[in-house]
């Protein structure tokens, strides 16, 4: 029971720095006109897509680990581009919020190996 409330924690902070990245894009689209076609969306969209969907299939063993690790490549991909574009606080919450799932996702692939 206590592994499923890790995972449970985890998968709500995967979709809380989905939430983050989401509204990063919302207030650069908006306050400063980022077209959609730019880096910094083609990084972040994959990035909030995964983290939705490793969160929901948290308690799928078969499915986690590959989302997990596509989850993690693209919020690497994703706190790096951030960092190129974010002079802005919203996009550096968004890196430093990539960077955390990038560890819980780490953390998480090495105990999925060790169960």
């Known amino acids: ?3 499923q409330v890790g995972r449970r924690e ?7 720095c989905a939430a ?12 400063f006109g980022v ?4 880096e910094l969306f083609r990084a ?10 490793a969160a929901d299939v948290l308690d799928e ?8 690790h596509l989850a993690h490549e693209a919020c690497r991909r994703a706190a790096i581009e951030c960092r190129r574009y974010g002079l802005g606080e919203p996009l550096l919450r968004c890196a ?3 960077d955390q799932a990038v560890t819980e996702t780490e ?3 090495t105990a999925l190996v060790h169960d």
Do not use: F, W
């Open 1 to 3: 029971m206590g592994n």
């Open 10 to 16: 985890v998968g709500r902070g995967l979709v809380q």
């Open 20 to 31: 983050r990245c989401e509204l990063a894009l919302q207030e650069y689209v908006s306050g």
């Open 35 to 38: 077209p959609v076609e730019h």
């Open 44 to 53: 972040l969209i994959p990035a909030i897509a995964t983290l939705r969907t």
């Open 61 to 68: 063993q078969l499915k986690v680990e590959r989302a997990l």
């Open 96 to 98: 430093a919020a990539c």
């Open 107 to 109: 953390l998480l692939l």
